[in-house]
């Protein structure tokens, strides 16, 4: 977890610092996970879903196993 902690105030502070002065919300977690359908992936992804991030979820001939990974994760009221 310190790990994770040092991504998100990573991302938060550039996130600050690129829109600095506008309404832009800094505070939206996002991570795009490569490899998702690995095993290493989809455990990643199943951490951060249930930390509130909001998942991009890459897979390069695995179709059927990132739709079965995105379905299993908790939804968002938000989709987009």
């Known amino acids: 977890e310190p790990?994770?902690?040092y991504i998100y105030e990573f991302a938060k502070t550039t996130c600050r610092r690129l829109y600095a002065g506008s309404n832009v919300e800094?505070?939206?977690?996002?991570?795009?996970?490569?490899?998702?359908?690995?095993?290493?992936?989809?455990e990643i992804s199943k951490q951060?879903?249930?930390?509130?991030?909001?998942?991009?979820?890459?897979?390069?001939?695995q179709l059927e196993k990132a739709t079965a990974l995105r379905d299993s994760l908790?939804?968002?009221?938000?989709p987009h």
């Open 3 to 5: 790990a994770m902690l």
């Open 48 to 61: 951060l879903a249930a930390a509130g991030y909001r998942l991009i979820l890459h897979y390069h001939q």
């Open 26 to 42: 800094c505070m939206t977690r996002i991570a795009l996970i490569t490899g998702s359908t690995g095993g290493l992936g989809t």
């Open 74 to 78: 908790p939804a968002k009221s938000d």
